[in-house]
């Protein structure tokens, strides 16, 4: 099936290895097609995601009522103290708001929310209509910081600017004026700050075993499970570890422009990439502790000894079979090909919303020839691809979910719903399983696009005749 696509879109959609195709290359980090219903989301949404998981702060949108809606508690971030995150406020503009101003209705509602709440910073976010109508977000914001004491940081989040990755510079750019406020004092020479990982499901948490079996200190978590003391003494630690590239990757560059803080990229997601995170973390600090490379090779062994046969078991069943992704940021792409291939899927498909022409080159590298890759996709192009290519799992997100059941087909969610750790050794079992129990489903048997008999799992006998689990 030859998908219909957009004029305007043809360059952002590669085959590699196509017939007479040019070395590979794809336009990308574009604003969104009006008219084809992107997967994007706007600056606002950007902004709030990568600072939401700040536990203890207060988070404000300036704007309607549905802005606050909007986004709201998505990412699921989990925290191991204060929840106030969890709850959403908004200044609720009307129209009269819009038509005399909202400053003095941010004024009055910051200062009863911090009386109310007492949190130790507060991040009030602009809108599309703010932007609009002009209101001074960082004169309001600086009146209430004097009064009350705590950092009252405006951020610049004007829906209308440009897309998500701006909203990641917009967060960035608020918490930068956080770090180096703090007491560095007390951290140790063997310290990391973790950046890019909301701690969906508790998987920060798991990280930081990690971290502290080889013996390295975690100051500040940027931004799962945050807190803004830890922001505030994040230029005290040695090391900065990016993982979601595009949502901190400006916050890594600002510290090592004024702290001199150096940073690495690094994936959680899947076998190679978790343990080359470890192994990076023990190389930096190799020359301070001679032996964290020997604990750091005993940790990955240990975990291992224990993941591939279990590995082994599911992948009997899923040798050969081909799978689509569509994620957020490009860095899980990599990560997801790679750990479909221990499972034996071939990936047919793969793109993301904020990814670069660096992150794309590199996903045409490590994938097949024929592989799709795609940027900034819409509903149309993705159901084509996943007809076009059979494909029998499509992992993304929440917005994708639809997509793949209207056509039969397995999901697994990778984005910012899941309830179940994905990250880390014990997180690579966990998607194998669910990779496992989707593919394998009797359900699939009775979907119009695809009859096939169902597979038994390992650990469920099945009925032969009927495909039910006894």
């Known amino acids: 099936m030859e998908p219909v696509i957009f004029e305007e879109r043809k360059a952002q959609i590669q085959r590699k290895g196509a017939k007479g195709a040019e070395p590979f290359s794809i336009s990308c980090n574009k604003n969104s097609l009006a008219g084809a219903v992107s997967q994007r989301a706007c600056v606002f949404c950007g902004s709030r995601v990568v600072l939401y998981p700040i536990a203890d702060a207060l988070h404000l949108v300036h704007g309607p009522i549905g802005c606050a809606v909007y986004n709201w508690d998505i990412r699921g971030a989990m925290s191991s103290g204060p929840e106030l995150h969890r709850l959403s ?90 770090v180096g406020t703090g007491d560095t004092s007390a951290i140790s020479p063997l310290s990391v700050n973790i950046l890019g990982d909301f701690n969906l499901a508790g ?10 079996r080889m013996g390295v200190e975690v100051v500040a978590n940027i931004t799962g499970d945050g807190r803004v003391e830890e922001v505030r003494r994040a230029h005290g630690a040695a090391l900065n570890l990016v993982q979601c590239s595009g949502a901190t990757m400006d916050l890594a560059k600002m510290m090592q422009q004024k ?8 994936s959680y997601f899947g076998i190679e990439d978790m343990s080359d995170a470890l192994y990076e ?26 993941l591939y046969p279990k590995l082994q078991l599911l992948r009997k069943d899923l040798v050969g079979k081909k799978a689509a992704i569509y994620v957020g940021g490009a860095f899980k792409a990599f990560s997801l090909v790679k ?97 496992h129990a989707t593919v394998t489903s009797p359900v ?27």
């Not at 702290?259 to 690495?264: A, D, M, N």
């Not at 973390?281 to 224990?306: G, S």
Request: proline content about 4%; glycine content about 8%.
């Open 89 to 178: 406020f908004s200044t609720d503009l009307r129209e009269k708001d819009v038509i005399f101003g909202g400053e003095k209705k941010l004024y009055q509602a910051l200062l009863e929310l911090i009386d109310l709440h007492k949190p130790n910073a507060a991040f009030v976010y602009s809108t599309c209509i703010v932007g609009i109508i002009g209101d001074d977000l960082k004169a309001v914001c600086k009146k209430v910081e004097a009064e009350k004491g705590i950092p009252v940081i405006p951020v610049q989040s004007e829906g209308f600017k440009g897309n998500k990755r701006e909203g990641y510079l917009a967060a960035c750019q608020a918490m930068f004026t956080l």
């Open 203 to 212: 998987e920060i948490w798991i990280i930081q075993d990690y971290l502290r």
């Open 259 to 266: 702290y001199g803080i150096p940073f690495k990229k690094v």
């Open 281 to 306: 973390v023990a190389k930096f600090f190799e020359d301070k502790d001679p032996e964290i490379m020997t604990r750091t090779r005993e940790l990955v062994r240990e975990e291992l000894r224990d």
């Open 339 to 435: 750990s479909f291939r221990h499972l034996g899927i071939d990936v047919v498909m793969v793109g993301s919303q904020t990814g670069t022409q660096e992150d794309y080159q590199e996903l045409a590298e490590i994938t097949d020839e024929g592989t799709i890759v795609v940027d900034d996709t819409n509903p149309l192009e993705l159901s084509a691809f996943i007809k076009e290519k059979d494909v029998d799992i499509f992992v993304g997100g929440v917005k994708e979910r639809p997509i793949a059941y209207k056509l039969g087909v397995g999901f697994c969610d990778h984005n910012h719903e899941r309830k179940e750790a994905l990250e880390g050794f014990l997180g690579m079992y966990n998607f194998a399983k669910e990779v």
């Open 444 to 470: 699939w048997n009775f979907t119009p696009r695809r009859r096939k008999s169902p597979i038994a799992s390992p650990d469920v006998p099945a009925c032969a005749a009927t495909g039910r689990v006894s």
